[in-house]
């Protein structure tokens, strides 16, 4: 099966052609948002070695190129659970997506369904799942859940009557992480008005009123989908969030919610093969490596580093990664060492803010054009011939200016 011919950027935005790659994003981004917004997507925690090493993992693999091969035919569609994607690679959760545009997590929803791709809706998002399921199209969602039996059936009814297939757990999220950064830009949850936060919003008057003066028109948006619940409001003196006690979350939760959810169930934040066993002996359908883009345990191991001794242990789990994938050859590289599905997230996020969903799209066709495009030096018809002899590992010195 070919892949639907990738559409040309005839309907799109004249000015969205200088963006070339995922990265050129950022640039846009880092100018218009407030610093503290901007701080938040952008940062990770105390040193920020586990967001560095993520990029790093990827660099010190080589890719063998093969020629004389017919790849005319070449496909990038993807199975995932019985579903068909236009490409591997799928928009990861991000909290507080409505604040990069307005209707942020809408806009990522949307934007995905459009290209046929892949967007998890995420717990921290400022919409209410329901809406996202319903004008996004998006069947994943992605929960924070506490070590509370009650609060978890509440919250998986709350999904399953949304319409939501699949259901993923974060689990490296037992405590609030120590996030130097946001303390020194004045970033808080739920914002906290302040003259620091006033003078900030003057200075970006495109994001002040494009994007939250017009979504407080609507109304004072909440975090909407921590809880079965509606949590507090997003900008608030006094208002604290009520997480529950994730520290007590256990394997035995996880039966739990196996035994109480019918739909797919994919944990998310595994980082060793001990882990993925526990995970396959709880009944999950997927396995979901991630360091949390190197926002929570610094210095935490990269995900790519771990791929294959988890792919060993999976078992028939789905594997699915994250974590510093930026090109088409790095999501090549990931699917090659044995990952049945990768995940992007700032990049995404920093398009929304660049262009809303027409961004979002245009970084989506950028990535599957690159993919696309290597496959052919690779030698490879179809996704599913990528294996380790595409992968070598190669001296720093070999590419002495990355």
């Known amino acids: 099966m070919t892949s639907p011919p990738l559409q040309t950027t005839s309907s799109m935005p004249r000015y969205l052609n200088r963006f070339l790659c995922l990265d050129d994003f950022e640039t846009v981004a880092r100018r218009r948002l407030p610093r503290q917004i901007y701080g938040y997507y952008s940062g990770a925690a ?54 990069s545009s307005f209707r942020g997590d809408i806009a990522l929803a949307r934007a995905a369904a459009e290209e046929g791709a892949l967007m998890v809706a995420s ?18 969602f992605q929960a924070y859940l506490p070590g509370d039996r009650e609060r978890i059936a509440a ?12 259901i993923v757990l974060t689990v490296d999220v037992q405590v609030p992480a120590n996030r130097e950064n946001n303390v020194r830009t004045g970033f808080s949850i739920p914002l906290r008005p302040s003259p620091r936060l006033l003078w900030d919003g003057v200075c970006h008057p495109r994001w002040s009123c494009g994007t939250f003066l017009r979504t407080l028109a609507s109304g004072m948006p909440h975090f909407e989908n921590m809880d079965a619940f509606r949590g507090p409001a997003i900008l608030s003196r006094t208002a604290e969030r009520n997480i529950g006690t994730r520290e007590r979350l256990s394997w035995e939760h996880v039966k739990f919610i196996r035994d109480n959810w019918k739909g797919r169930f994919v944990i998310k934040g595994i980082l060793s093969s001990e882990d993925t066993a526990h995970a396959r002996n709880a009944g999950a359908d997927g396995v979901w490596i991630s360091n949390h883009g190197g926002r929570q345990l610094d210095s935490a191991i990269a995900p790519l580093l771990v791929l294959q001794e988890v792919t060993r242990e999976a078992g028939e789990m789905a594997v699915l990664i994250d974590g510093g994938i930026r090109r088409g050859t790095d999501v090549l590289k990931a699917l090659a060492l044995g990952a049945d599905f990768v995940f992007i997230g700032r990049p995404f996020l920093y398009a929304s803010v660049a262009a809303g969903g027409f961004g979002v799209r245009h970084a989506l066709r950028l990535i599957q054009a690159e993919i696309m495009r290597d496959m052919a030096m690779l030698g490879v018809n179809t996704i599913n011939e990528l294996s380790p002899a595409h992968v070598r590992k190669f001296a720093a010195a070999q590419f002495p200016d990355r």
């Open 46 to 99: 105390e040193t920020g070695r586990s967001l560095r090493a993520n990029r790093e993992s990827y660099a010190e693999l080589a890719l063998m190129p093969r020629v004389l091969i017919d790849t005319h035919a070449r496909s990038t569609v993807t199975s995932l659970f019985g579903k068909s994607f236009t490409q591997p690679v799928g928009i990861a959760p991000m909290g507080l997506s409505a604040l």
């Open 123 to 140: 717990a921290t998002s400022l919409t209410p799942l329901e809406t996202m399921g319903a004008e996004g199209a998006t069947r994943w």
């Open 155 to 166: 919250m998986l009814r709350r999904v399953g009557n949304a319409g939501f297939e699949t």
